[in-house]
């Protein structure tokens, strides 16, 4: 089994060597039709898969990218408008959270997934753009989960989010103490327990993409029965060392994949 997604601050620091940042790009998954955009989407649902493998001062990770596809290809499998976003920096993944958040509006159900470098700081987790910056002692310019749910808590809506990242905490530069923020109606599924690491797995997946992607698309599952069963296989393929978590704040059942009459 390779970890993925393990890091030591204070090593990286020593040992870092200059990189040339990837190319963010909207992927096109050539083995399915055009994908409409995001304002040609479903009243039923929405995603958008973002694969982080490539940083620029961050060791490169395998899989991501690969995940990131695999499961947006399994939403448009359900019905659900996705693209794929792959190795953005934080600023193009601002601006696709922006887009996203637009033209998303008649979607009932909208789906955040990412995959890549990330850690655990104060309450949250917090992923890694491939701009994040390694300073002595700390990380700089991660992305707090909060950062997605907020861009999805426009409307009234169901909001879940796939957190295929580390949760072994590491230190962010402080900020000023401001107002709580609560998500009603919210489902976060991480792929890891506290303080745990995520895996490549010995395929072309991550284990935590392969549960995800080959339970959605089952008929009649609630986004809870969903969780359980990918819980299940990820600790089966990784002999207990990843187990994925879930939180949820949900109002209603949902049902990703309605059975069909």
């Known amino acids: 089994m390779i970890s993925r997604r393990k890091f030591n601050v204070g090593a990286l620091v020593a040992a870092l060597t200059p990189a040339t940042q990837s190319q963010a790009v909207f992927a ?21 898969c973002i694969g982080i493998s490539g940083y620029s001062q961050l060791p490169s990770l395998r899989t991501p990218n690969a995940d990131a596809i695999l499961v947006a290809r399994s939403f448009e499998q359900i019905g659900f408008v996705a693209h794929t976003l792959l190795d953005p920096d934080l600023e193009t993944i ?16 909208a789906v955040i997934y990412l995959a890549g470098h990330g850690g655990f700081s104060g309450a949250h987790v917090h992923a890694f753009p491939s701009s994040v910056t390694i300073r002595p002692g700390t990380v700089v310019g991660s992305l707090p989960e909060t ?42 599924c991480y792929s890891a327990q506290p303080g745990a690491e995520a895996y490549d797995g010995v395929g072309e997946n991550g284990p935590f993409a392969s549960a995800v992607a080959n339970t959605l698309v089952r008929p009649g599952l609630t986004i809870e029965e969903i969780a359980r069963i990918a819980r299940l ?29």
């Open 94 to 109: 601002l601006l696709a959270l922006a887009r996203f958040r637009l033209n998303v509006t008649n979607a009932s159900t």
């Open 147 to 188: 950062a997605l749910l907020t861009a999805i808590s426009d409307k009234p809506r169901q909001k879940i989010l796939l957190l295929d990242c580390c949760r072994t905490q590491f230190s962010a530069p402080k900020v000023a103490a401001g107002k709580t923020t609560s998500f009603a109606g919210s489902f976060t």
């Open 28 to 48: 096109q998954d050539k083995r399915l039709p055009k994908r409409p955009g995001f304002g040609a989407a479903a009243p039923r649902g929405a995603a958008l």
């Open 233 to 261: 296989d990820v600790v089966r393929e990784t002999s207990g060392a990843q187990i994925p978590w879930s939180r949820s704040s949900l109002l209603s059942p949902v049902i990703l994949n309605p059975r069909t009459v």
